[in-house]
């Protein structure tokens, strides 16, 4: 079940922090989350699991960001004038996209990043943004799945920005939609085998890969 939140609440910011964040430094973490809720339209699209309880499974946190303060939103000259050059109609910052361990994930999804990072760009293709900047506002959280998740989607990658907490950008004028529903079709015994999964994981990678150079 996938939730978009515009009222976000301390109750949420503290829910958020008990399901995802339990390991890292509470002071930090909520401050970091009360500082987005100040920033212009901030959202938080919350994918929960139904089928067990509605336990949270991860979020991303989003807001609009106008032309005029991109140098106060990523204080790097760099950053701001590379996105105020090659930026195309409105544009949405995602700053972050945060999920549960595989270990906590009892659902039928797998890759909970792709999945929140879907349809949070759904979203916002559908409320008329054109380009999205991805920067995480979390120190010290592991990004090196999301990064990859991320240049499969078609995001670039700033060569000048931080090596250890980068900033992406897409344009999302001309989005290309593939349905990867391969298991769907594939018959028992071999759609439980794990080989074939892993074939099936490793081919959509390649594929999505392949789009990125035609389409960049």
Known sequence: DVQIIENITPDLIEELYQKIFSKYNQNEV???????THKLNPRILLLRDVR???????FSAFHWVRSNILFQ???DNLISEYIR???VGRTIVIDGIFTISDMENKSELENLEQVILTETLSFCIEKDYNYTIFRNILNNYPLTSLNENLELMGFYRLPFSNEDNPVFVVDMSKPCIINLDTETIIKEPFCQNLNIKKSVIMSRKRLLKSFTTFYP
């Open 85 to 87: 050059e090659n930026a």
């Open 52 to 58: 067990h309880n509605g336990i949270i499974l991860g």
């Open 30 to 36: 909520s401050k970091k989350l009360v500082e987005f």
């Open 73 to 75: 939103e990523f204080k």
